[in-house]
């Protein structure tokens, strides 16, 4: 279990690593990709600045080179033409927004200014100095007397035998050229060959300079702000304090222009580069992250499910376990009840025999007799008939022999049938005539109902009929019927036992007696229940509970009862043989 919380630790945190990776590739390509705009954007703007700058400044420069023809400016060692070319010098100076606009001769003195703010020699200069090779100098600084930053133009005039005769020297002012710019504007500023800013825009940052180490700009005095430069791709980043107007994270470009000496650098706001990487990079985190939370909920569902269907399947083993273990206990006491069943038919038909062979010994005096009877007759025939032979009458000699060969064969008769009673059935069910079986049980009880006189009535039907059952145990049931009949009715004067075979309805044999009838009805079948503890035929009370035993197992039904007009009536109903069931 352990294991696999380990497992699963293991496995977000290099899912959540492999996100912050995937989270930053997004980051640094997106922020490569808007700086990218961005510099194009500030190169735009640094060309727009240097070219205005440039531009302005040029008009200052071909004004001077224009001025140098101009005829007021010859002869100026006259004080009235001084005065005039004065005066149109400063008209010409209103007109442009020049600070000052003067003529020097070759040795650098000042013949006539507009406004006089140019110092008297300016021979030192080296805009001067450049002109008077006859070429067109330039300078820019903040210089006495003109307290404010400007840009010197000379240009040399030249006289007709083409030698430099003097100098116009034309002074822009900076500042106004500056104002003119708009404030909303990204940073920008101009640095000289110095490294010293000298146009801007920002003018917190007027006459910063560059440090010796190259790069970023210290402030003229104090301590310097903080500054940090980075390379981001092709792109120059500045970490930098200077100021509310100056990002703190500036894309710089600079752009060098030789016309004016000076180069342009322009500080553009990095910061919304930035913003929209991490815009990009948290989009794609988030997706990330989602999709990862999805799929980690659905393997944890997935997981649970296992985990219960494990559950759910040792549960079932076990129950599947517990009922096998039933399953086999369940056999046991099949096995066993099928042994008890098994010793109980066993048992039972040792009953049903010993219950015969009782019924036999009852049945004993009687058949004695009855083989006695014939045995004493065949005797006297033969003896009667030895005489009539001595006396030569041997027609009748031959008349006893052959009703001795009758009671002989009626002695069989009677022997067979008791060793057929006496045997017992192997086979459980067949088809056996319920007539032949009455014929025989008759017979058998003959000897015994002829003694004591009972009339036995039978209305035999003139048709075998065959009944499931056995005709041994069939017989048994018969002869205990007759013989309880007979012993009802001993000691009575009209003994009659009427046998009637019912066909219409269920196949029912009834046996009538004309007797006392059942004392307990209800309690004839019940196994040891006798009234015949007396006497000559003294009973088990066995006989009706071996019949119902017999009866049942052939799928019939025994009932006994009292007629309404006197004696016990017991029916006997039975299974007729269907042909179906012998095929
Ligand atoms: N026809 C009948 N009339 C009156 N009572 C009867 C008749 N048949 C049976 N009984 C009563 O039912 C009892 C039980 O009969 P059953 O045949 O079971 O036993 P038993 O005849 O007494 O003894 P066993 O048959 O075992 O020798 C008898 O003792 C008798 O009281
Ligand atoms: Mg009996």
């Known amino acids: 279990m352990s294991h696999l919380r380990h497992q699963r630790t293991w496995m977000v945190l290099i899912f959540l690593l492999a996100v912050t990776a995937l989270a930053g590739g997004v980051w640094r390509y997106g922020y490569l990709q808007a700086l990218e705009q961005l510099a194009r954007r500030a190169e735009a703007d640094l060309a727009l600045a240097s070219d205005r700058l440039s531009t302005e400044l040029q008009v200052y420069q071909e004004l001077a080179v224009l001025l140098t023809d101009h005829p007021m400016l010859v002869g100026l060692d006259d004080p009235t033409r001084r005065k005039d070319a004065q005066a149109q010098l400063l008209e010409v100076a209103d007109k442009t927004a020049a600070l000052d606009v003067a003529f020097a001769d070759v040795t650098g003195r000042i013949l006539v ?16 100095r450049r002109a008077m090779q006859g070429a067109l100098g330039s300078d820019h600084g903040l210089r006495a007397p003109l307290d404010r930053r400007a840009y010197y133009y000379a240009a040399p005039a030249f006289d007709a035998a083409g030698q430099v005769r003097g100098t116009v020297v034309v002074v822009a002012d900076v500042a106004s050229i500056e104002l003119a710019w708009p404030g909303s504007a990204p940073a920008v500023f101009f640095t000289d060959a110095n490294g010293e800013v000298f146009v801007t825009n920002r ?27 980075a390379q981001t791709g092709a792109h120059d980043i500045w970490n930098i304090r200077w100021g509310p107007y100056v990002p703190t994270r500036a894309l710089h470009l600079q752009r060098h222009l030789p016309v004016v000496a000076l180069t342009g650098e322009i500080l553009v706001n990095a910061a919304p580069a930035r913003r929209l990487a991490w815009l990009q990079a948290s989009a794609v ?17 997935r997981r649970t499910l296992a985990q219960a269907n494990a559950v759910l399947e040792s549960r079932v083993a076990k129950r599947t376990q517990a009922l096998s273990e039933a399953n086999v206990h369940l056999r046991q006491e099949i096995s066993e009840r099928m042994e008890a069943e098994a010793a109980l038919k066993r048992a039972q038909a040792d009953l049903v025999q010993a219950g015969k062979l009782s019924a036999l010994g009852q049945m004993s005096a009687g058949i004695s007799h009855e083989l ?36 002989a064969h009626r002695m069989g008769r009677i022997i067979r049938n008791l060793r057929a009673f006496a045997r017992q059935e192997s086979e459980e069910v067949r088809q056996v005539d319920i007539v032949a079986i009455l014929d025989s049980v008759i017979e058998l009880t003959g000897a015994r109902m002829r003694q004591d006189s009972v009339d036995i009535r039978f209305a035999r039907p003139d048709h075998p009929i065959w009944v499931r059952g056995g005709d041994v145990r069939l017989g048994q ?47 004839v079948f019940e196994p040891f229940y006798s009234t015949k503890v007396v006497g000559v035929s003294e009973g088990m009370g066995l006989g009706l509970s071996i019949s119902y035993g017999i009866v049942q197992s052939f799928g019939g039904d025994i009932r006994g009862e009292n007629a309404p007009d006197g004696g016990a009536v017991f029916s006997v109903q039975l299974e007729p043989w269907q042909a179906e069931q012998a095929a």
């Open 113 to 128: 200014s507009a406004n006089g703010l140019t110092t008297n020699d300016v021979s030192d200069e080296p805009y001067f």
């Open 203 to 229: 003018f917190e940052l007027l006459y910063w300079t560059r440090p010796d180490s190259g790069v970023g700009l210290v402030p003229p005095e104090g301590p310097a702000p903080e500054f940090r430069a």
């Open 285 to 301: 985190a988030a997706i990330c992250l989602a999709f990862g939370a999805m799929l980690f909920l659905a393997t944890e569902r």
């Open 372 to 407: 006695n009877q014939p045995l004493m007759a065949i005797r006297s025939f033969a003896e009667n008939g030895t005489q009539y032979l001595e006396r030569g009458r041997s027609e009748k000699a031959g008349e006893n022999l052959s009703r001795i060969a009758d009671l």
């Open 477 to 523: 049931v018969f002869v205990n019927l007759l013989t309880n009949a007979a012993d009802a009715m001993e000691g009575q004067d009209d003994k009659c036992i009427r046998i009637d075979v019912n066909e219409t309805g269920p196949l029912t044999v009834t046996v009538r007696d004309t007797g006392p009838g059942i004392d307990l009805p209800d309690k």
